[in-house]
């Protein structure tokens, strides 16, 4: 299995392949990049790990031509680069496969393989497209049959082609977006196998993940990002589970646990979970007998990787998700603050008023007074620091931070007797997210049960009393202490 | 802002300007055909609004189906229904409306013409709710649904009119006509209008009047511009809005087909509607969806259909001109609405690219 070796590529110097400095990418009013710092030593496997949202894929995507940074510069072998579009970085030997991957599924491998070739009068020669997939199989290991259709391919199989698409247009640094998220385990080490003999014969590879273990033990350097920035970089060798996952999520493993005074007496329990099992409609079981509560005038934190279960338990909690299995007891009035406001909280194109009155709406009969929702409206607006012209603003006119404060602000109007909130901060500023914060312990003050999901560990330690931290579907309670959870979420708790 | 942006940003100025331009295309290519302009207008004036007859019996009978079926496309869209399947619901609503009058021939007209109208609501509803069952279970596309049951309401009309319900002789693909009694009365002596014209107005105000202050018609509208939301937010079940709002509005397009058999043609054949279900479409888009405004587009639309036929006969102007403006009043409906998008872009924050 001789890959064609070139001469003029050894592995000395430039010993970076890919390096990126200060880059900065902001989507409307969002910063998903705020000078992010990312070295890739040419001839390693490089692992970027990082919560959903800390800007791993964003990043890629501009190291792959598919966007465009608004400051930071960009380095293949040393040489300063610019894309205008991604065929600029694929000429320069970039190839990036897609978390979804970008094939036609009524074509053939060998049809899929040949769309990307350039030229508009060079036409396609089916025996020369079905040899090329061919010459690369035997060359590299990856073989698949050319004439198969796409649609028939085994998602590995697919995974394999996307693979084959990039080395066709002689890629030597590989990027994969979450490459194993698709797979099983058996095809995960298939691929991390040939991922390794890859980088063997010189090449470079970045795997994009949030799978810290796997991360620590194919790839040669780690890096993490989290909201943007880059907050740890070196070598697998030198990290382990619990730095990596603290860098993750926010949090110095050795640092104190903070001095949160429980300063109410909780009462009794309001929400209650019992033996609670939740299967999703794609089979996979995502709790796992789960028992745990939330008493009057408490702020349990809720903590958990990617995927461990924690969007279900949330919802189960709020009454929005039926479980499979087990006992469920949430009051009626319950407050309910998701991680996506736009598009489980609100209604852009809709009022506040309206929006107001949308809380009501799966029970509302009869006559609608909008009068009245109207006036509440205005009261949250006065009572929660909405800036906005006023409650017949239209939600998707306000910003982000005022957008969450209005949705709180509904959930908490009419003292509900627990409230429920998913990543309350996401995307808010300092101000904005320290007034939230705020918001959620006047609540636990006036005895209200919370209970608090953040993908930012530091945060849920700020303001819990209690903890909870979910690992493969189970929920386990931890002290309010960043290494006590640190090691929960890794399931060595 | 000049004027222009601010009458792309009203809804209404956008309905406008749409039709404008529709009416500025058309009149282009009517000109580069070697017609008479002035002549094609006036004809169009004429047959459309020009004599009380035209309007009373012209205009405002062709714009009742169009304003009933007009609110049935109206109310589904609301609710982020996308039933293209009026036509079918009207001609299932037709033929079931004609049924039940030959049934009830002799019976008092207080009783067999509700019940006429009710049977067509059924039936619509009936249509209507196997694409919505379709929906509900198997999550097929009622874009693809409905319309292919267009076709089987035409062949189903086809088949009636030929078989059981053709007329005695068997000499035309038609029904009996309906006796007196069984018919919508007329509202003007000497015209045409019928009180079907009366049932779609009063049924325009009390759509809009349901939408807007029911709770039932909030989650209608709160469904259709944010299902997500509404279901975690306020607990609303999804599928049983769509569903019931898909039933409603199968059975007001049956109604169209009800009164326009019993208030017009008083007999059913297998054309009894020159497409009103699609241009209903158009009156719904026309009319930003808002059920008020579509008693002043199905007017509209009425008008220009009086006046194609009108300007056909009097100009030699073919009435397809007159389609060609209905198709380019969505188009340029979907164009207005782009250009808002992006001029919207700039006041309100976009929520962000999902960055992972």
Redesign the interface.
């Known amino acids: 299995m001789d890959f064609h070796r070139r001469a003029d590529w050894a592995v000395t110097d430039p010993a970076y392949a890919l390096t990126l400095h200060g880059i900065t990418k902001q989507f409307g009013s969002t910063v998903a990049l705020d000078g992010a710092d990312f070295d890739v030593r040419a001839g390693t496997l490089h692992a970027l790990l990082g919560e959903n949202g800390a800007g791993k894929t964003t990043l890629m995507r501009l190291a792959f031509g598919m966007l465009r940074a608004d400051a930071g510069t960009i380095e293949v072998d040393g040489t300063p680069r610019r894309w205008r579009s991604s065929a600029d970085a694929i000429a320069a030997g970039i190839g990036m496969v897609h978390q979804h991957f970008l094939l036609i599924p009524a074509m053939t491998v060998a049809e899929n393989v040949s769309l990307g070739d350039r030229g508009i009068l060079r036409g396609f020669n089916p025996r020369a497209a079905a040899d090329r997939v061919r010459r690369i199989g035997t060359e590299t290991g990856l073989v698949l049959d050319p004439a198969a259709c796409v649609a028939d391919l085994a998602v590995g199989a697919q995974q394999r082609l996307e693979i084959v698409k990039a080395l066709a247009r002689d890629a030597r640094i590989l990027i994969l977006d979450e490459p194993t998220a698709v797979l099983s385990p058996a095809e995960s080490q298939e691929l991390y196998a040939w991922l390794r003999a890859f980088v063997a014969r010189g090449h470079t590879v970045v795997i994009i993940t949030h799978k810290v273990r796997e991360a620590l033990a194919i790839a040669d350097d780690l890096t993490v990002l989290r909201r943007g920035r880059t907050v740890l970089t070196g070598s697998s060798r030198n990290l382990d589970e619990i730095a990596v996952i603290g860098a993750m999520i926010g949090a110095s493993v050795t640092a104190d646990a903070p001095a949160t005074a429980n300063v109410s007496a909780p009462g009794a329990a309001v929400m209650s979970l019992e033996h609670v099992s939740v299967i999703d409609e794609r089979g996979v079981q995502r709790l796992r007998d789960v028992s745990m509560e939330v008493r009057a005038g408490e702020i349990v934190g809720i903590a958990g990787v990617e995927g461990s279960g924690q969007h279900e338990l949330l919802r189960v909690l709020a009454g929005r998700l039926t479980a499979d299995r087990g006992h469920v007891k949430t009051p009626a009035h319950i407050g309910f603050v998701p991680a996506d406001r736009l598009r489980d909280a609100l209604v852009p194109a809709m009022t506040l008023t309206e929006n107001l009155a949308l809380k009501d709406s799966g029970s509302a009969r009869g006559i609608v007074n909008w009068d009245s929702y109207e006036a509440r409206a205005a009261a949250t607006i006065r009572g929660h620091d909405v800036r906005t012209s006023g409650p017949e603003a239209l939600a998707g006119a306000l910003s982000g931070g005022n957008q969450q404060k209005f949705v709180l602000g509904r959930e908490l109007e009419g003292s509900p007797e627990a409230l429920v909130v998913e990543n309350p901060t996401r995307g808010l500023d300092i101000r904005a997210a320290a007034h939230v914060l705020a918001e959620l312990r006047s609540a636990r003050v006036a005895g209200v049960a919370v209970a608090v999901y953040s993908s930012d560990l530091d945060e849920v330690l700020s303001i819990a009393d209690r903890m909870i931290v979910c690992f493969d579907g189970n929920a386990t309670a931890t002290a309010v202490d960043a290494g006590a959870v640190a090691r929960a979420l890794v399931g060595l708790g | 802002m000049n004027a222009l942006a601010r009458m792309v940003r009203s809804q209404a100025g956008a309905s406008v300007i749409a039709t404008l331009l529709a009416l500025l295309i058309v009149t282009l290519v009517i000109a580069a055909g070697g017609y008479d302009i002035g002549h094609a207008a006036t004809a169009l004036w004429n047959g459309s609004v020009g004599s009380p007859y035209s309007f009373f019996s012209g205009t405002l009978v062709r714009a009742t189906p169009l304003i009933i079926v007009g609110l049935a496309v109206a109310v589904a869209f609301q609710a982020g229904v996308l039933n293209i399947g009026a036509e079918g619901q009207l001609l299932a609503g037709a033929a079931a409306a004609m049924t039940a009058g030959l049934a009830m021939t002799g019976w008092p007209g207080w009783i067999s013409v509700p019940a006429e109208l009710i049977a067509g609501m059924l039936a619509g509803a009936a249509c209507a709710g196997i694409a919505a069952v379709l929906k509900r279970s198997f999550g097929v596309l009622e874009v693809i649904s409905t319309l292919m049951l267009n076709f089987v309401a035409l062949y189903g009309v086809s088949y009636l009119v030929r078989g059981p319900l053709e007329e005695p002789t068997h000499t035309y693909p038609e029904t009996l006509r309906l006796a007196e009694s069984a018919r919508l009365p007329v509202i003007i002596p000497g015209q045409r209008l019928h009180l079907g014209f009366i049932i779609a107005v009063v049924l325009a105000i009390a759509a809009w009047w349901f939408v807007r202050?029911?709770?039932t018609g909030?989650?209608i509208?709160?469904v259709g511009?944010?299902a997500?939301?509404?279901?975690?937010?306020?607990?609303?079940?999804v599928d049983r809005v769509v569903f019931g709002t898909f039933l409603a509005s199968g059975a007001l397009a049956g109604l169209g087909g009800g009164v326009q058999v019993t208030g017009v043609t008083y007999k059913l054949f297998e054309l009894i509607s020159p497409g009103y279900g699609y241009t209903a479409i158009a009156v719904a888009l026309l009319a930003r969806l808002n059920p008020l405004a579509v008693v002043v587009a199905g007017i509209f639309f009425g008008a220009l259909e009086a006046g194609g036929a009108g300007m056909q006969r009097d100009a030699g102007v073919p009435a397809g001109f007159v389609y060609a403006i209905e198709a380019l009043v969505i188009l340029g409906v979907l164009a207005v609405d782009r250009v808002r998008t992006y001029a919207g872009a700039h006041?309100?924050?976009?929520?962000?690219?999902?960055?992972?």
Do not use: I
């Open positions: 202050s029911t709770a909030f989650r509208r709160a511009a944010g997500a939301a509404a279901a975690s937010a306020g607990r609303v079940s006041s309100a924050p976009v929520a962000g690219e999902r960055a992972a």
